[in-house]
């Protein structure tokens, strides 16, 4: 199902052809830099970058023999380039070109996550501003509250989707980086130069200190980056199945023409698009786990991080993008029944404006304790009896011998409870 909906970018991004030519153009810039220095001949870059191909099938038919992956494409290529070949990978341990690559490979799928979070982030703001002033209900424990409007929702989601994208761009930088210090990272045999040549090249930050590796701290601040944003999603999510659930019906996602929900039930619409990003989310945070359990690794390195990064690191950032693309599409297309929310408010026949005269009768003097005895009795007897709260305070001396009819009245307004939404949106710019 994700590969069905996933654009090519993401899979070209993980492709074999992807990291191979990574892992070339590494190994071409090192003999670059070894030139520099004096360390080889100046002709003979060129000569390497215009000669060196690679073919996957051959690589994979190299390892089945070597059981190595970088030394059956140091193998491959050598047999296109020749004699010039003794000059590749100079002074280099594996984890050389294939953390660097793999720095190259997460940088390239997080600028595809950063920009799905912009274009969701686009949505989100349209529709807050559509809806800055739709009323309805805000509920806490599930359990009516006071009234809010459909916009000041979405633009909390704003808020938090504004946060993950300052949290994608510190973990891009956190695994912008590249090394080229040798088998323990003490650069005993390359130059430093050699790093800081190739980095600046790939656009990377040269790692102050490294190992036989980069440290792995960094590729789980990125993974759990990402199950942070699946982790908004599925609360968005969320929300909308429970606002889409028949006893609310306040909003649902989009439901196709010719679409069908139930193989039994003709007249089932199921939010299972919202279901499926919930279901993913649980993925993802699995996979931040695996990143954090790979940062622990023996002395200056072993090997058990890499089969986990395998496949943590394409399939979380490839269902991130699913993710993302799919649940900026329910947004767009978001169907929203204003009339029910308006229904639903008065659901609980006005107990919803309970503070509202809570806090009129402090006003009038009442202390506060003996304020709120009156308009929970008041209010509990709305819920139970069936029926207005409003009718019920009119009844209460207690309440009216404070209060006039005037002043009751001017309690129960939805516009005065939410006359600082606008303030609200300005403070993020909407």
Not at 308 to 329: A, H
């Amino acid at each position: 199902m994700i590969e069905r909906y996933t654009l090519p970018e993401m899979r070209r991004i993980w492709s074999d052809e992807n990291r191979f030519s990574k892992w070339l153009e590494i190994e071409i810039l090192a003999c670059e830099a070894w030139a520099e220095l004096g360390r080889i001949p100046k002709d003979v870059p060129p000569r390497i970058r215009q000669r060196a191909r690679f073919d996957v099938k051959r690589i994979e038919e190299i390892e089945k023999v070597t059981n190595h992956d970088v030394i059956a494409f140091l193998t491959c290529i050598a047999e296109n380039v020749g004699e010039d070949s003794r000059f590749i990978h100079l002074g280099m341990t594996s984890s050389d070109v294939v953390d660097t690559a793999l720095s190259l490979m997460m940088r390239e799928a997080c600028d595809v996550i950063i920009q799905d979070v912009k274009d969701l982030l686009s949505v989100l703001c349209e529709k807050a501003n559509t809806y800055r002033h739709t009323v309805m209900i805000g509920r806490t424990h599930g359990i009516h509250a006071e009234p809010i409007t459909f916009g000041f929702k979405l633009a909390v989601w704003v808020s938090e989707m504004r946060r993950n994208l300052a949290r994608l761009e510190k973990a891009r930088d956190a695994i912008n980086v590249g090394k080229i210090s040798g088998a323990v990272g003490t650069y005993a045999n390359v130059d430093p130069y050699v790093e800081e040549y190739v980095c600046k090249k790939l656009g990377l930050t040269p790692a102050p200190v490294s190992t036989q590796i980069l440290q792995r701290d960094r590729h789980a601040e990125f993974v759990t980056a990402l199950a942070i944003v699946a982790g908004s999603l599925e609360k968005f999510a969320t929300e909308i199945r429970a606002l889409q659930r028949t006893e609310i019906s306040e909003a649902r996602e989009p439901f196709r023409r010719g679409q069908k929900g139930s193989s039994a039930m003709p007249h089932k619409r199921n939010p299972i698009l919202c279901e499926r990003i919930s279901g993913l989310a649980r993925l993802v945070r699995g996979y931040a786990a695996s990143a954090l359990e790979d940062m622990a690794l023996w002395h200056e390195r072993d090997i058990s991080h890499s089969s986990v990064e395998r496949v943590i690191l394409p399939d979380s950032t490839t269902i991130i993008d699913y993710m993302l693309r799919r649940f900026t599409g329910i947004m767009k297309d978001l169907t929203v029944d204003e009339e029910r929310m308006k229904e639903n408010l008065m659901l609980t026949r006005g107990v919803i404006f309970s503070e509202r005269v809570l806090l009129g009768l402090v006003q009038k003097g009442l202390v506060r304790e003996d304020a709120y005895a009156i308009v929970q009795r008041n209010a509990l007897r709305a819920l139970d009896e069936h029926r207005p709260f409003k009718d019920l305070l009119m009844e209460d001396p207690d309440v009216m011998g404070r209060l006039t009819r005037e002043e009751l009245d001017g309690l129960f307004s939805y516009e005065d409870m939410l006359c600082r939404v606008d303030e609200i949106m300005r403070r993020l710019g909407l």
